[in-house]
T-cell receptor
């Protein structure tokens, strides 16, 4: 099975950088996903890491270390609209397991 | 743009009723999924399907069944709704290569209340 841990809540200031960590234990691994979910809306796909290292996509970057079972999502130049939950998810055989999510509040 | 649609945004049903939740995707994806999302518990997989007429139980299949008669459509059925099935239900689809799954595209969700 899969076990995924991420902080429940974080607060950061507009314009700053925030790092959201995710650790996982898995019996099968096909990549690490990050999703963004605004309140009352469906999750939307942000990033996918299958190899170790950093993947950069605009203001968002995601890092993976498979040997450590560790990933983080880095958000730069925070904007108010980045206030949302960020879900870490581990891909396995035929399905994906989601963490509970980290609720990020961006304050002025 | 990938489009996943769900039949209702909000639904109110009575205990014991049979409930159908429909999901349609337009991207010719092989894999489709049904989740429920509850505060403090996150997204939990109910059932998934990797091909027409194929279905697999997820982590919490009790009290639910599914149907996939066409590739683009995946239905979730609550045979006899109960109050503990009050939740947000999310459908998703995903391309695949073999048995592995990739990024998922979610529908807008159905908030079901069972009274």
């Amino acid at each position: 099975g899969q076990n995924i841990d991420q902080p429940t809540e974080m607060t950061a200031t507009e314009g700053a950088i925030v790092q959201i960590n995710c650790t996982y234990q898995t019996s099968g691994f096909n990549g690490l996903f990050w999703y963004q979910q605004h309140a009352g809306e469906a999750p939307t796909f942000l990033s996918y890491n299958v190899l170790d290292g950093l993947e950069e996509k605009g203001r968002f970057s995601s890092f993976l270390s498979r040997s450590k079972g560790y990933s983080y999502l880095l958000l730069k130049e925070l904007q108010m609209k980045d206030s949302a939950s960020y879900l870490c998810a581990v891909g396995g055989y035929q399905k994906v397991t989601f963490g509970i999510g980290t609720k990020l509040q961006v304050i002025p | 743009d990938v489009k996943v649609t769900q039949s209702s945004r909000y639904l109110v049903k009575r205990t014991g009723e049979k409930v159908f939740l429909e999901c349609v995707q337009d991207m010719d994806h092989e894999n489709m999924f049904w989740y429920r999302q509850d505060p403090g518990l996150g997204l939990r997989l109910i059932y998934f399907s990797y091909d027409v007429k194929m279905k697999e139980k997820g982590d919490i299949p009790e009290g639910y069944s599914v149907s996939r008669e066409k590739k683009e459509r995946f239905s979730l059925i609550l045979e006899s709704a109960s109050t503990n099935q009050t939740s947000m239900y999310l459908c998703a689809s995903s391309p695949s290569q073999g048995a592995w799954t990739y990024e998922q595209y979610f529908g807008p969700g159905t908030r079901l209340t069972v009274t």
